[in-house]
C-alpha cells in the first residue's frame, strides 16, 4: 500500500513540477512620465510543462487614480478597457507576449493592478504579476530615466527598453568606452546577435544627444 501511495505521489508531484506558468517579469514598481499617451509594461507568461494548455488572464485593478485607464494586450490581441478576463493557448514551452497598459491622460496620480493567469481546469497551476505604476504630471529627466529598464537582461538575442518613449537614440559601449553599435531610439528590439558574450554599457540618448540613462548589458551565447 506504501508502495502504491508512493508512486501516486511521484506522479501527481511529477504533473506539478511539469505544468507551471511563469510571468516574467512579475513585479513592477515603475515611475512615469504622464505626458506619454499610453504606456506599456511587457511581461512573457511561459508553459514550462510538456503538454498544451489553454490560459485565462485576469485584471484586477487595486487601487488607481480615477482619471487613469488601464487595459490588457496578449500577443496580437489587445482588449477593451471594460475587458476584465480573457484566454489563450500555449504550446509545450512556449511563451506569449502579456502587455499590461496604462493611460493616464496627463494627469498625475498611480494604479495598482493584479494579473492572475491560470490554466483553466487546473486552478493550482497560475502565476501572478503585479503593477504598482506613479506618474508625474512634469516630465523631469530624472522621471525619464527612473521609467526606463532594459530586459531581458542577460539576454542571447536581443533586448528592449520599457518606457523608451523619450529615447532617441542608443548606443552600446564596451567596458572601455567605445561605441560599437547604435540604433534609432524607436526600435521595437534590439538584436545583438552580432556581439560576442560579455558585459556591454547601453547608453540612451534624448533626441538632443543628451544621455538620459545608461545601463549595464549581459548577453550570453548558448
Not at 169 to 182: A, E, M, Q, Y
Amino acid at each position: 500500500m506504501k508502495k502504491v501511495l508512493l508512486a501516486l505521489s511521484l506522479i501527481f508531484s511529477g504533473s506539478y513540477l511539469f505544468a507551471q506558468l511563469q510571468i516574467s517579469p512579475s513585479k513592477f514598481d515603475t515611475v512615469v512620465d504622464v505626458s506619454i499617451f499610453d504606456i506599456d509594461l511587457e511581461s512573457h507568461v511561459t508553459n514550462t510543462g510538456g503538454s498544451p494548455i489553454q490560459v485565462e488572464w485576469t485584471r484586477t485593478v487595486i487601487d488607481k487614480a480615477k482619471a487613469w485607464g488601464t487595459y490588457v494586450c496578449t500577443g496580437i490581441n489587445c482588449y477593451p478597457p471594460n475587458i476584465e478576463s480573457g484566454e489563450f493557448d500555449l504550446a509545450p514551452g512556449a511563451s506569449d507576449v502579456f502587455q499590461m497598459h496604462f493611460t493616464p491622460a496627463n494627469v498625475s496620480g498611480y494604479a495598482i493592478v493584479e494579473i492572475k493567469v491560470v490554466e483553466k481546469g487546473n486552478p493550482s497551476n497560475f502565476a501572478i504579476a503585479t503593477y504598482d505604476v506613479s506618474g508625474k504630471a512634469v516630465a523631469t529627466s530624472s522621471v525619464r530615466a527612473e521609467a526606463l529598464r532594459i530586459y531581458p537582461n542577460p539576454t542571447t538575442e536581443y533586448f528592449k527598453i520599457q518606457n523608451n518613449g523619450s529615447v532617441a537614440k542608443v548606443n552600446i559601449l564596451n567596458l572601455l568606452g567605445k561605441n560599437i553599435k547604435s540604433y534609432n531610439g524607436n526600435t521595437e528590439r534590439f538584436d545583438v546577435t552580432d556581439l560576442p558574450a560579455g558585459m556591454y554599457i547601453v547608453q540612451m540618448m534624448d533626441s538632443k544627444g543628451k544621455n538620459i540613462k545608461t545601463n549595464k548589458l549581459s548577453i550570453k551565447k548558448p
